[in-house]
């Protein structure tokens, strides 16, 4: 389907939103002179109101509201004079694809990349067209991989698709503008029919008399109704839009084999999925590891971390690589399925070019440490670049004795509060206050319910964990035990001496029913100087 043609249908879809509206007008016109000609004037009253009261929404969604416009684009706007290599690569692929190159680079924080175009007159005449690029996608990618999704990207520009996404934006945001208006006025309705039942509740109470059961039943029913008959179109509309952006991606495709490579941008793909997942994992597991403690990495390392990640899991990627999901195409996706996508495209005559890149994606930035934090700079809230920056080995000991400390606050807080230390906890053990202390800890209605050896054994378990990270915490902040940074796997806590093969035993002995805490006090003791012989 040409540009002209699909214009032509994303502007009748748009305007099906609009006739959708006359319609229901036409509607609630013929009720109204319906019950002119045959209802009771009395009826006829209440059904001119209710019919102005939905006619109002549905003239408002068609001619009052607007599609918001765009605030400043995202990322990180660079130049030609200052990424003068990736600006070249742009170009050369844009003229390989036959259209005309981005007026404008932005680098993004997102594993992704994007591009838009200013569209004018229904997308049948182009605008200032946007590359985004983003750079935890550059750090998993090499060279030719990045000029797969580059060549990919392009090749929308070339099959005009970019000139008609507004259009059928707006048209989705119209309709779901129009959806949530009707189910506002619902809810409203329903909040202001229990707030009036509640209130003739509160005068029976206050005149002896029994509360009623609060009912809305069929409150805001004609609202809800109105809402499921743009929600109707809606489904259409989204069918038929993103339908058409399933092709595009298949399109785009096609030509980024064409200029890139067959194997290249397969491998491309394959190779997205895996940046994709390892990059959701380190933002949990890492980057945001402190945040919670005002914690962040150091600067250009927020998005540019996962490139440790990626190099110290290589096998795993790998897998990833290999197993593509096999999800089933939904009629509301954007995009086919990865394993589709690369199905066709492994499906096509071998080109003979190799898969093999020239170096990695990031290579082609002037200098991409200095990339990476000033995307961080443009992209991270205030609040975020107001935190305390470390290196990772700090990042993550700070960040995990910090757990371990938070770890301990249910203790502390069921022995006397946040000032109780653990010498003044194992004094109160000692003095047979164990038991009582766990009586104050939070438990289950089970546990709750329990006494005598069976409530020990329920509380146990707590107490040993909540000792646990009381003696983990004093061993952290004495110096005698250290969590340390693994990119291969989760953070290790590394304790001096022989204290990890004690530590066990103590803490049993601890909380055992006739409890010593003897062992913890040994194991917690000054270590004695060395003597000279």
């Excluded at 249908?9 to 007008?25: K, P």
Aim: avoid cysteine.
């Amino acid at each position: 389907m040409g540009a002209t043609l699909r214009a032509v249908r994303a502007f009748v879809l748009l305007s099906g939103f609009y006739l959708l509206g006359l319609g229901l007008l036409a509607l609630l016109g013929a009720v109204d002179w319906a019950s002119w000609v045959w209802a009771p004037a009395a009826v006829r009253l209440k059904i001119f109101v209710l019919t102005v009261v939905l006619a109002i929404p549905v003239v408002r969604g068609m001619f009052m509201l607007r599609t918001p416009r765009d605030g400043e684009p995202g990322g990180l706007l660079v130049s030609e004079a200052d990424e003068p290599r990736l600006w070249a690569t742009v170009r050369e692929l844009a003229g390989q694809v036959g259209t005309r190159a981005p007026d404008e680079i932005r680098l993004t924080p997102d594993v992704n990349a994007a591009v838009s175009e200013d569209a004018r007159f229904l997308g049948l005449l182009g605008g200032r067209r946007r590359l985004f690029l983003g750079l935890p996608l550059m750090a998993g990618l090499d060279e030719a991989g990045l000029r797969a999704v580059l060549a990919h990207e392009l090749g929308h520009y070339g099959n005009a698709d970019t000139r008609l996404s507004a259009l059928t934006v707006r048209g989705r945001v119209q309709v779901g503008r129009m959806i949530a208006m009707f189910h506002a006025k619902a809810d409203a309705k329903v909040a202001q029919e229990r707030a009036r039942q509640e209130k003739k509740s509160e005068k029976r109470v206050a005149k002896g008399k029994s509360a009623k059961e609060v009912d809305t039943t069929g409150t805001g029913v004609t609202y809800r109704v109105m809402a499921k008959i743009y929600s109707a179109y809606g489904r259409l509309y989204l069918r038929a839009t993103l339908s058409g952006a399933r092709r595009q991606e298949l399109a785009a495709d096609l030509a980024a084999a064409r200029i890139a490579g067959r194997d290249a941008t397969a491998r491309a793909l394959r190779e997205i999925h895996a940046i994709d997942a390892a990059h959701d994992f380190y933002l949990s597991s890492y980057a945001t590891l402190g945040t919670e403690f005002g914690l962040l990495p150091a600067r250009g390392e927020v998005f540019g971390g996962v490139r440790h990640l990626l190099a110290a899991r290589a096998g795993e990627l790998a897998g990833l690589r290999e197993e593509l999901p096999q999800e089933p195409a939904s009629p509301y996706d954007s995009h086919p399925p990865v394993a589709e996508r690369v199905a066709r495209i492994e499906a096509l005559p071998d080109d003979g070019r190799s898969a093999e890149g020239t170096g990695p994606a990031l290579g082609l930035l002037t200098d991409p440490e200095a990339a990476l934090a000033a995307v961080e700079d443009v992209s991270l809230t205030p609040e975020a670049q107001r935190m305390r920056r470390l290196a990772w080995p700090e990042l993550v000991h700070e960040s995990m004795s910090a757990r371990v400390a938070q770890g301990a606050e249910e203790l502390r807080t069921a022995a006397g509060g946040a000032a109780v230390t653990l010498p003044g906890l194992l004094d109160a053990i000692d003095a047979g206050s164990l038991w009582e202390i766990a009586g104050r800890l939070p438990k289950s209605e089970e546990a709750a319910a329990a006494s005598g050896r069976v409530a020990r054994e329920f509380a146990r378990p707590a107490l040993r964990r909540g000792l646990s990270a009381m003696v983990t915490d004093e061993l952290l902040r004495s110096g005698r035990a250290r969590w340390e940074l693994s990119w291969s796997g989760p953070a290790t806590l590394h304790l001096a001496d022989d204290t990890a093969d004690r530590l066990p035993a103590a803490l049993d002995a601890a909380t055992a029913d006739r409890p010593d805490t003897g062992p913890l006090r040994a194991l917690l003791a000054p270590a004695a100087p060395a003597t000279a012989h």
